[in-house]
């Protein structure tokens, strides 16, 4: 008699196939047994209710907390910020500043943060060290020092 052309590898391969497929039916026959059986929620089960604190519950609502809302008051959108108005002239002094590159950062002198500086925004030259006064504009990337110039 001729010996089996399967390996033992390839038996292994097909009884790992099977038994994956007869897995996979069992759990087919199960979700259709739990349909039958009532798995569906009905639709008062399926409600969430928003309680007074913004958080979900199973139960409604008390009807005698219950506030009354005016359509004016409701702002759709992102509220608008109030810009107080500050002293718009800041004195500062030059950290760092490379003129190859064209730019460097100021520390401002009442907030002691760093203000970045660029090249355009300069009026004269300036150095390390330096005293300078300057007004800060946000730009994309955060805090930029305009109108720069050597302090008097």
Known sequence: MAKSQDS??????EKKR???????????EQRKADKL?????????MISYVDENGNLTSTPPDPSKRKEIKVEDIVLGASSRYV????????????FFNDEK????????????????????I?????????????????PKGANAVNVSLEK
């Open 18 to 28: 099977q038994k994956k497929n007869q897995e996979k039916q069992e759990r087919r």
């Open 102 to 121: 064209g730019y460097g950062f100021i520390v401002d002198a009442e907030t002691k943060e760093s203000v970045f500086v660029h090249i355009n925004n």
């Open 8 to 13: 033992f590898n390839k038996k292994e391969k």
């Open 123 to 139: 009026n004269g030259t300036i150095r390390e060290n330096d005293r300078v006064t300057f007004e800060v504009e946000m730009g």
């Open 84 to 95: 107080e108005e500050e002293e718009t002239t800041r004195r500062g002094r030059v950290k």
């Open 37 to 45: 059986e009532g798995g569906t929620k009905s639709f008062e089960d």
